[in-house]
């Protein structure tokens, strides 16, 4: 039996103005019963990592970051620190996300500046890695994710990577109502962990988590989440209503 304790990740992407997301976090605080055997994040827009921070004080839910600059401070136009995450009260940060990599052009080698800049200053990367659907489709999924995992974690080794919350998200399933089953999820997940132990030995193999992400929702939340090698989830549309991420935190 599994003594890693489950994430769920709430990422809220460019939805909720700075009190839009406050009263959202609000919500959720007054739906979840939160126990040691669970924990949960939410990550807003920049403009609201402040004002959901001050809601969420002295509570069981922690704050993430959609993205992070490598560089501490310095000439880079429209980009966010980890100095100042960290100021804002965030303690993890979303890295690699699909969506990041497609429409901004992120590669494994800016993935692996952001895990590295993230690590340095005390933030838990959660690392998004998947496949397209035309991946998929040619059987490359898992040499997709052999790629993405080996750049992005490259020159990094275990004891680096103790915080590291990996995140499998196929990027077919991604605000297209289609989800991974159980099954399909469950086999990446578990070559995921043979790989982790491959790379970097049992022992944190066992003890990484591995998320799912790809239209988590309440009704297929429980079943997912009972697959052995899945360890939470990183939740998207889902999230944005209270009633609906506390339907899957709950699970």
Same mark, same amino acid.
């Given at each position: 039996?599994?003594?890693?304790?489950?994430?769920?990740?709430?990422?809220?992407?460019?939805?909720?103005?700075?009190?839009?997301?406050?009263?959202?976090?609000?919500?959720?605080?007054?739906?979840?019963?939160?126990?040691?055997?669970?924990?949960?994040?939410?990550?807003?827009?920049?403009?609201?990592?402040?004002?959901?921070?001050?809601?969420?004080?002295?509570?069981?839910?922690?704050l993430g970051a959609q993205n992070l600059f490598w560089e501490d401070e310095g000439a880079f136009t429209g980009e966010v620190s980890p100095v100042m995450l960290l100021d804002a009260g965030c303690r993890h940060v979303i890295i690699g996300h699909s969506e990041r990599r497609q429409l901004f052009g992120e590669s494994d080698e800016t993935v692996n500046k952001r895990i590295r800049?993230?690590?340095?200053?005390?933030?838990?990367?959660?690392?998004?890695?998947?496949?397209?659907?035309?991946?998929?489709?040619?059987?490359?999924?898992?040499?997709?994710?052999?790629?993405?995992?080996?750049?992005?974690?490259?020159?990094?080794?275990?004891?680096?990577?103790?915080?590291?919350?990996?995140?499998?998200? &196929?990027?077919? $399933?991604?605000?297209?109502?289609?989800?991974?089953?159980?099954?399909? =999820?469950?086999?990446?997940?578990?070559? !995921? +962990?043979?790989?982790?132990?491959?790379?970097?030995?049992?022992?944190?193999?066992?003890?990484?988590?591995?998320?799912?992400?790809?239209?988590?929702? &309440?009704?297929? $939340?429980?079943?997912?989440?009972?697959?052995?090698?899945?360890?939470? =989830?990183?939740?998207?549309?889902?999230? !944005? +209503?209270?009633?609906?991420?506390?339907?899957?935190?709950?699970?």
């Amino acid at each position: 039996m599994s003594n890693r304790i489950p994430l769920i990740a709430g990422n809220w992407k460019m939805y909720k103005t700075a009190a839009q997301a406050a009263d959202t976090a609000r919500q959720l605080m007054e739906s979840v019963d939160l126990t040691p055997e669970r924990e949960v994040m939410i990550a807003p827009p920049f403009t609201a990592l402040v004002s959901v921070a001050a809601v969420i004080q002295n509570s069981p839910i922690s704050l993430g970051a959609q993205n992070l600059f490598w560089e501490d401070e310095g000439a880079f136009t429209g980009e966010v620190s980890p100095v100042m995450l960290l100021d804002a009260g965030c303690r993890h940060v979303i890295i690699g996300h699909s969506e990041r990599r497609q429409l901004f052009g992120e590669s494994d080698e800016t993935v692996n500046k952001r895990i590295r800049s993230a690590l340095k200053h005390g933030l838990i990367p959660v690392f998004c890695i998947g496949e397209t659907e035309e991946q998929r489709a040619s059987d490359e999924t898992f040499s997709v994710l052999d790629k993405q995992v080996e750049n992005g974690l490259e020159g990094l080794s275990s004891n680096d990577l103790e915080a590291l919350v990996l995140a499998y998200e &196929p990027v077919w $399933a991604i605000g297209t109502g289609k989800t991974a089953t159980s099954g399909q =999820a469950q086999e990446v997940h578990g070559c !995921l +962990r043979a790989k982790m132990a491959d790379r970097y030995g049992d022992a944190f193999a066992d003890s990484i988590r591995i998320l799912y992400g790809g239209s988590v929702k &309440p009704n297929n $939340a429980a079943e997912l989440m009972s697959m052995p090698d899945i360890d939470g =989830a990183l939740v998207g549309g889902a999230s !944005l +209503r209270a009633e609906d991420f506390a339907q899957i935190i709950n699970y």
